[in-house]
């Protein structure tokens, strides 16, 4: 795809060049190639800025190409670059997400509300969504949850993490579900709410074996793996990471299985086992 992409641009062929930077972004942040992923991303949203490129680029599409760009950010290690482009893909859909911390935090009872209901199967249904929409909406929320996580944003995280499962749930999306539960259960945790926590790690490792996705699945238990470094509960922590890997490596996800190794390193903070494990 990369290759393609370049002839594409060379030739002028500004819409068949989106579609192949598209895929070759979405093949490198597969690969952990992040740098290039931003660049085809970026080049894809340049072709589609310039109004003699014949592009007509929906909303939607500008959406996940922001969305896409703010997962590669993330693997890049530019935290703030992350965030702009998860808000840009919030915007972009019409579901901009609140900057005031009143909003945020009167957003943040009713979805806080919505989600006791749904854990006691007594939720409201919620009007009908494009389905595209949906997905892009709750991994947009996914992506700005994390980078309030790394902000130290707690009000930020909560807003965005309980968005993102309200969505994923009536709109039966169960890999996003399964990433939702265990964003829960780090979320609480970092509030020092630890019950609750456990209640959506188990939740989110239940959802994750009836997920198809073993990338999902591997990245579930090195997010609930993460939660139980938090508190404590090292050897549960080991276990998850030990899972996490063994999936990552069945469906090749270096990515998560480094991000699964480093969890692995700070829950043994003796300086002999980080030399051993490096």
Known sequence: YPLLAHHYDRAGRAVEACDALEQAAAQALRSGAFHEAVAFLTRALELADDADGGVRCLPLR??????????????????????????????????????????????????????????????????????????????????????????????????????????????????????????????????????????????????????????????TYMMVALYHVGAAKFADCTAEIHQSQRLADECADHVVWAEAQAIHIWSHPKPEYIQRAV
Do not use: C
Not at 146 to 166: C, E, I, K, P
């Open 62 to 219: 500008r959406a996940r190409w922001h969305r896409l760009l703010a997962e590669a950010f993330d693997g890049a290690g530019d935290k703030a670059a992350m965030g702009q482009h998860a808000r840009a893909a919030l915007r972009l859909i019409g579901r901009p997400a609140p900057r005031g911390a009143l909003r945020r935090a009167l957003e943040l009872g009713a979805d806080s509300l919505r989600q006791v209901r749904s854990a006691t199967g007594r939720a409201a249904p919620r009007p009908p969504t494009a389905a595209d929409e949906t997905l892009e909406l709750v991994r947009a929320h996914q992506a700005l949850a994390a980078h309030s996580f790394y902000a130290q944003d707690a009000l930020g995280m909560a807003h965005s993490v309980l968005r993102s499962t309200n969505l994923a749930e009536p709109a039966q999306l169960a890999a996003e579900s399964s990433k939702g539960y265990s964003g829960m259960a780090l979320m609480l945790g970092v509030l020092g709410q630890h019950r609750i926590a456990e209640h959506y790690a188990r939740r989110a490792l239940a959802t994750s074996r009836h997920v198809p996705d073993l990338n999902t699945a591997a990245r």
